[in-house]
């Protein structure tokens, strides 16, 4: 067929030919495309916005790939958008596509954004009670997201029945997305007749739309008023005829004679904002429920492969699945391929469905490639009835200057946005990968969540970063908000930094500004954040503050040596800030009830870290911070009325740096653990000293002296006192690992005669021996070699035990074990 040839059963002077579809739904996409080819129309009019018409041409370009969204966003509050999304299989896609392709003007006929945008502003008309996007044939898809992610029901107002769930439940169906696929997807454009569908969908929605007049909703007859206006306005334009492609819930109304008035009145007086359009990126995941927005269909995945598969789409699918399984390194043979088809096909058949459905495939898949499991089935589920496949939108769509900023640093850094979520290590020593930290850490200043840092893998040094990144689509409104701030990322930032630092209500929130503001590289942020930093911290007194505040600014100086940024006045503040910590430290230590007894000791603990990274060098006119640092600490273990964790804390940091000795410690405890103390406090002590994962458990299993006073204590403590004193002690050892647990309880059940014996008999170090047991070191040495990967010729050792140099290994010598 060519030119303007159609197949009998509609003409132009018919009226509009109305094709009620369900968004998403590659049934409806064929079917659309295979009417339009029949008809051949003067003009496509499809719902959506009219603000796109000026950007439809786009969607011919060679650089669009859906999945794609048409983005609105008012000019003033950029935060307030709403979005479209459009699939490779949306029938509203397909439209657009065959009027490009065949010189067919395409125009969007639903409400204008401008109206759609002011409808939930305070004081306008009441919002839309309809769940948008919800798996039927109504209309709606817009996604609108605003301040908080979709407009809030009108507590006043009912929800519009789902009209998919009603026709699967007056066609005896209890799942209404199987029945769906059985009526729809599974069938035929129509046998002879490209119409008939959409005729019969019609028919179904005008009964069902006759029980529901009295319930409906006042969007719905706003936006069918604008679409019958812009109906009749091109049928008045383009003799050829009209074709309008619509959510099928709309078609009765649309198919209704109203009067022109009554539809201007509904419009009349509409409050509207000044917005902004363009395509942006969307993904699979977008379109599904799963995902969070509820775009209108399960499994998006399912369905693209169900429109593009030009035949045998269960065969199809199922190898696709065979070769995800591979890849994750499962054994799937094209034998499981053959025998999940045949499963698929029986499964139906015995259901009753003309083809198999996502039901059965994925029955046969978990049968015959998972073993009956389920962990497999959810990758599947993820990767492929769902997926990942984001779009893409050529460079020439409207995009606000800092999204082509962002963009073109992208492209420079290589650092291309993708739907799935992976982890990236970047080596700050390296140039590109310095750029690229930047880049993530000024995003996430702007709100911008590209990329989460998380622990590195590769070692704690400062010269490496580990980011887990994945391009959301409402990320692309984020970046139209932060539009506000600036034209390029860098300008944004800097200005961001700036206003949050004027703005922040604590010293707490300056110091972690300043030290997002370093790894950022904003060096002309600096100065006004470090301007209120120094002011904050002159004015506020209150040392958990201080304590608070000091890490962030320690962990900040660290980045001075990798990114090369000055950090001198950084470096002032934070050993102003150490020095006022130590003089008001010890007050505020004192008469605390349990709760803000251990809120200090964490406190304790990370200025006891922070002052380990400061290291003994002070800033020009400060003394060293480190002995200061163990002063403070011996005041706090000596004063009783220092709440017991802080003081078995204090005690515990002195040790571990070597500035407490043995004996010293064991002092402390015998102490504390004598009669005259509460055992609550006792409690509390032993908290301090061996809890809170600072490794006290293997200090209790090699150093049995203190082991051995707190055995002795606990087997001491009043009965009337042993069951408040319990739960702390609970606490305690249950952070714990298992095997440092064991070792605790055999050690106690052995006695302190039978501890002895073994370990500590003649030692001169509590918790070893005298000398080295040489029977117990020689088993080892098997397992050595075999990790070694070394034979007894090779000359690690002999049968003896005694070690021997090979003949070319300079490095060992004959030492008897």
């Not at 908080?148 to 699967?168: F, H, I, S, W």
């Not at 964790?645 to 002092?667: F, K």
């Not at 020689?778 to 049968?799: F, N, S, Y």
């Amino acid at each position: 067929m060519t030119g303007t040839e159609r197949t009998a059963g509609w003409e132009p002077g018919d009226g509009p030919l109305l094709l009620g579809v369900r968004h998403h739904g590659p049934g409806s996409a064929r079917a659309v495309r295979a009417a339009l080819e029949a008809a051949r129309p003067g003009v496509v009019l499809i719902e959506g916005p009219p603000e796109a018409d000026v950007l439809v041409p786009l969607a011919a370009d060679e650089d669009m790939r859906p999945p794609v969204a048409l983005l609105a966003h008012a000019v003033d509050e950029p935060g307030r958008s709403a979005f479209w999304p459009l699939a490779e299989f949306s029938p509203e896609w397909v439209a657009v596509r065959w009027a490009l392709e065949h010189d067919v003007p395409a125009r969007f006929i639903d409400l204008p954004a401008a109206h759609t945008l002011a409808w939930d502003a305070p004081g306008s008309m009441p919002p839309d009670t309809s769940e948008e996007g919800e798996p039927s044939p109504q209309g709606g898809t817009t996604e609108e997201t605003g301040p908080g992610q979709g407009p809030e029901p009108d507590a006043g107002a009912g929800v519009r029945t789902d009209p998919l769930a009603v026709l699967a439940q007056t066609a005896g169906h209890d799942d209404p997305e199987r029945w769906w696929e059985d009526v729809v997807e599974h069938r035929g454009t129509g046998e002879g007749d490209p119409f008939a569908p959409f005729t019969a969908l019609e028919e179904a929605m005008a009964a069902l739309r006759e029980t529901e007049e009295s319930d409906a909703h006042d969007r719905d007859l706003v936006r069918e008023a604008h679409m019958r206006l812009q109906v009749r306005a091109a049928q008045r334009e383009y003799e050829a005829g009209v074709a309008v492609v619509c959510g099928a819930w709309h078609v009765p109304a649309l198919r209704r004679r109203v009067t022109v008035a009554a539809d201007r009145a509904l419009l009349k007086g509409l409050p509207k904002v000044r917005t902004d359009m363009t395509w942006v990126p969307w993904t699979h995941r977008r379109l599904s429920r799963a995902g969070g927005y509820g775009a209108g269909i399960d499994s998006p995945g399912w369905y693209g492969h169900l429109f593009s598969a030009p035949d045998r789409p269960v065969e199809r699918w199922l190898t696709k699945v065979a070769g995800l399984l591979r890849e994750e390194g499962r054994t799937v043979s094209s034998a499981h391929v053959i025998e999940a088809v045949r499963l698929a096909e029986t499964l139906a058949a015995m259901r009753g469905r003309p083809l198999p459905g996502l039901g059965e495939t994925t029955d046969a898949v978990r049968a015959v490639m998972c073993e009956g499991s389920d962990v497999p089935l959810a990758l599947v589920h993820d990767r492929l009835v769902v997926g990942d496949a984001l779009g893409q939108v050529p460079a020439g769509a409207p995009a606000v200057p800092l999204q082509r900023d962002l963009a073109r640093i992208q492209r420079r850094l290589r650092l291309k946005p993708e739907a799935r979520e992976r982890e990236l290590e970047l080596d700050l020593r390296k140039e590109t990968d310095a750029g690229r930290s930047r880049l993530l850490h000024r995003l996430r200043l702007l709100g911008v969540g590209w990329g989460e840092p998380t622990g590195s893998r590769a070692g704690t040094g400062t010269f490496r970063e580990t980011w887990r990144l994945r391009w959301e689509p409402e990320l692309s409104v984020r970046v139209a908000e932060a539009g506000v701030w600036g034209t390029t990322v860098l300008a944004a930032a800097t200005a961001k930094a700036e206003a949050d630092a004027v703005a922040a209500g604590g010293l707490t929130e300056v110091t972690s500004l300043a030290e997002r503001c370093l790894p950022a590289a904003l060096p002309d942020a600096l100065p006004t954040v470090m301007r209120v930093l120094t002011d904050r911290a002159a004015l506020d007194t209150d040392v958990g503050h201080l304590a608070q505040a000091l890490p962030a600014l320690v962990r900040a100086l660290r980045y001075g040596d990798v990114r090369g940024t000055d950090t001198g006045a950084l470096a002032q503040v934070a050993a102003g800030l150490a020095e006022r910590v130590f003089v008001g430290l010890p007050t505020a230590c004192v008469a605390l009830d349990a709760d803000a007894a251990e809120e200090m000791r964490r406190h304790v603990d990370a200025v006891h870290a922070a002052v380990g990274l400061l290291g003994d060098d002070p800033a020009p006119g400060h003394r060293e911070l480190r002995p200061r640092w163990q002063a403070v600490l011996r005041g706090l273990c000596a004063r009783d009325t220092v709440a017991g964790v802080v003081r078995g804390r204090a005690v515990r940091l002195l040790l571990d740096d070597g500035a407490l000795a043995a004996d010293e410690t064991a002092r402390h405890m015998a102490l504390v653990l004598s009669p005259g103390t509460p055992p609550a406090d006792a409690a509390a002590w032993i908290e301090g000293f061996v809890g809170g994962g600072a490794g006290g458990g293997l200090l209790l299993v090699h150093d049995e002296r203190l082991l051995a006073l707190v055995d002795a204590w606990l087997t001491g403590v009043p009965a009337d006192a042993f069951t408040d004193v319990l739960p702390l002690l609970r606490r305690t050892f249950s952070a714990y690992e298992p095997g440092v647990r064991r070792t605790l309880g055999e050690l106690v059940r052995r006695g302190p005669r039978g501890r002895g014996a073994v370990t500590t008999a003649g030692s001169s170090v509590p918790g070893f021996a005298a000398v080295p047991d040489a029977a117990r070191a020689d088993a080892v040495l098997p397992v050595v070699r075999l990790l070694l990967g070394l034979d007894t010729d090779d000359g690690l050792a002999d049968p003896d035990g005694d070690v021997v140099a090979d003949a070319d290994d300079n490095d060992l010598v004959g030492v008897d074990t």
